[in-house]
């Protein structure tokens, strides 16, 4: 449903624009300006206002392990060098699961530690850490006037952000996906 915004004349006595919204409670009611340079036409101004249905976003706090490729190898590294015959001394099934399980959380916590990161509430489930940066460093070229950085950064993050895009919406088709057919994916 669009409403109709009215507001005064901006041509002698015709009303020559129009605003079409469906959601004219997020704007001041338009006013008319003195016309720019030499066009005979009212500027017109209208604004927008705090919307009370708005919800801002909010930070969250997200734990995860680094999971880098070179990580990754030296863990299975380490893991290959450990001697499991400790196991079969132990005489509990209890006590051989509690050694288990403490050697491997010792070796994920030195090789894939746990980070805090930090993420907001409104962010794309594609939105890495990856493309952040670039996109910081694409506002940092802007601001200050950097123009082979920009583009650089500009065309670094478009190419990302359509890979991981597509990465996201073939993980989703996925799921959604009888049981049978996801081992294709």
């Known amino acids: 449903m669009t409403l109709n915004v009215d507001f005064k004349v901006t041509r002698g006595k015709a009303l020559l624009d129009k605003i079409f919204t469906n959601k004219s409670d997020w704007y001041s009611i338009p006013t008319t300006l003195p016309a720019v340079g030499s066009s005979d036409h009212a500027a017109v101004l209208m604004l927008a206002t705090h919307n009370p249905n708005y919800r801002q976003g909010a930070d969250i706090i997200v734990t995860r392990r680094i999971c880098d ?75 200050t006037g950097n123009s082979n950085d920009y583009n650089k950064y500009r065309n670094a993050s478009g190419r990302l952000a359509k ?23």
């Open 69 to 143: 490729n070179n990580s990754k190898v030296l863990l299975v590294n380490a893991l290959a060098k450990i001697n499991w015959l400790s196991l079969y001394h132990i005489e509990s099934c209890e006590g051989m699961t509690n050694c288990f399980y403490d050697t491997i959380n010792a070796l994920f916590d030195e090789y894939l530690p746990i980070c805090i990161f930090k993420r907001h509430s409104s962010d794309k489930p594609w939105v890495t850490d990856r493309f952040r940066s670039l996109i910081k460093r694409w506002q940092y070229a802007f601001r």
């Open 163 to 185: 890979k991981l895009n597509i990465a996201i919406g073939r993980l989703v088709n996925c799921v959604s996906l009888p049981l049978e057919m996801v081992e294709e994916c």
